[in-house]
């Protein structure tokens, strides 16, 4: 069989490639604006555990503060594999159609699939959740309207 395409060209359409390297910009810029979130939820939960104990040092509800402040603190964790997965595909995406480079694309694709297979994960556990105080709550609710 003959190849009528030339040995440097790539299998990729031209189409295609402009609407990956659009994503790519629109990944960018969704990922910056989640790594300035997570330092926000770092600094809130920074200034939970650390700030209110200047405020009111006898204060009784401190043990309530640091546990909210913790949670702030998981978030923030949580929330940074998505948002580096996005800007790993973003990155790896425009290296890969600028410079015709199939291993920077085949990399940020993988970095997009981890970005799914993580949101679906969360999402069953999140969901989970949801049913398990579903099927908690309910019942105790009936209980406390007899």
Same mark, same amino acid.
């Given at each position: 069989?003959?190849?009528?395409?030339?040995?440097?060209?790539?299998?990729?359409?031209?189409?295609?490639?402009?609407?990956?390297?659009?994503?790519?910009?629109?990944?960018?810029?969704?990922?910056?604006?989640?790594?300035? *979130?997570? /330092? !926000? $939820?770092? #600094?809130?939960?920074? @200034? &939970?555990?650390?700030?209110?104990?200047?405020?009111?040092?006898?204060?009784?509800?401190?043990?309530?503060?640091? *546990?909210? /402040? !913790? $949670?702030? #603190?998981?978030?923030? @964790? &949580?929330?940074?594999?998505?948002?580096?997965?996005?800007?790993?595909?973003?990155?790896?995406?425009?290296?890969?159609?600028? /410079?015709?480079?199939?291993?920077?694309?085949?990399?940020?694709?993988?970095?997009?699939?981890?970005?799914?297979?993580?949101?679906?994960?969360?999402?069953?556990?999140?969901?989970?959740?949801?049913?398990?105080?579903?099927?908690?709550?309910?019942?105790?609710?009936?209980?406390?309207?007899?």
């Amino acid at each position: 069989m003959e190849d009528n395409e030339p040995a440097n060209s790539s299998p990729i359409p031209f189409e295609i490639k402009n609407y990956l390297l659009e994503t790519s910009k629109w990944g960018k810029f969704l990922a910056i604006v989640g790594y300035v *979130g997570i /330092g !926000l $939820i770092i #600094l809130m939960a920074v @200034v &939970v555990l650390i700030g209110f104990s200047f405020f009111n040092p006898v204060m009784d509800n401190n043990l309530n503060l640091r *546990g909210v /402040g !913790l $949670i702030y #603190l998981v978030i923030a @964790v &949580v929330y940074y594999f998505p948002i580096n997965y996005l800007h790993r595909f973003s990155r790896q995406i425009k290296l890969g159609i600028t /410079g015709n480079d199939e291993q920077s694309l085949t990399s940020g694709f993988e970095n997009l699939k981890s970005l799914f297979k993580f949101m679906g994960i969360f999402t069953i556990i999140t969901l989970s959740i949801y049913a398990l105080f579903l099927f908690i709550l309910l019942p105790v609710s009936v209980l406390f309207m007899k």
